[in-house]
């Protein structure tokens, strides 16, 4: 109880900061517009057809990459883990890819796809494979191998072994990673849509940025921020309610 209201007073902190600073002229106001004017602004752009519109692309964008990257991912990083052979392959390069700076590539969807959709979502499941990919690897790896060796004499077959003892032994180590593969999700989409694209949130908050909407960039912010804390909390929920499944 003590952590909570600690948290919530260094929230009513900060928010507060944001509100009389610029207020006062401590800060600029035109490059930190009062939190009351932004929440204000808030109101308004939720009325806007054109940001509703933009929210449908993004969403849309966020939720196809999303359910191609994870899949795609998961299935790749249990084929890498379960098998020696593949592992010794792939995994060195794997660390190599994973380490380079995935916004590098941007260019290279651009001339493949287009400015389109296609592209956004392409590079954001992109970006976000590589890391549902090595924490699969990695939850595959903690699994204890005495059960597995076990359900195996008893002649489990791959699709039991995997349904029976890998997924419930992986199930909370892979919620964590839909927590995180959802912020590089988040962020591939809203890059490919700042840098490329006609539509989406994340076109509109570049426009803003480029033409000093101080107001709009900030409470487009605070739009894309709540999406993410609420995603994150739904399966950090998830996560708390699966964990006894770890063994």
Known sequence: MKIVVTRLALLALVLAAWELLPRYQLVNPLLLPPLSDV???????LQRRQVHEAIGVTAAEVVAAFLIAVPLGAALGVLIAESEYL????K?????VFSIPKSIFLPLFILVFGISFQQKVAYAAFTTAFVVLMSATAAVESVKQDYVLVARSYGATRMQILRRIYLP?????????????MIFNFTG???AEMYAS???IGHLIASWGENFQMKQLFAG?????????LFNEAVRHLEARYSTWRT
């Open 39 to 45: 929440l204000s602004m808030l109101g308004e752009l």
């Open 87 to 90: 592992g010794e392959i792939f």
């Open 92 to 96: 060195p390069m794997l660390f190599i």
């Open 169 to 181: 032994s992986m199930m909370p180590l892979l919620l964590e990673t839909l927590r995180i593969s």
């Open 189 to 191: 989409v809203m890059i």
């Open 198 to 200: 006609r539509t989406g």
């Open 221 to 229: 912010v605070i739009l894309l921020a709540a999406a993410a804390i």
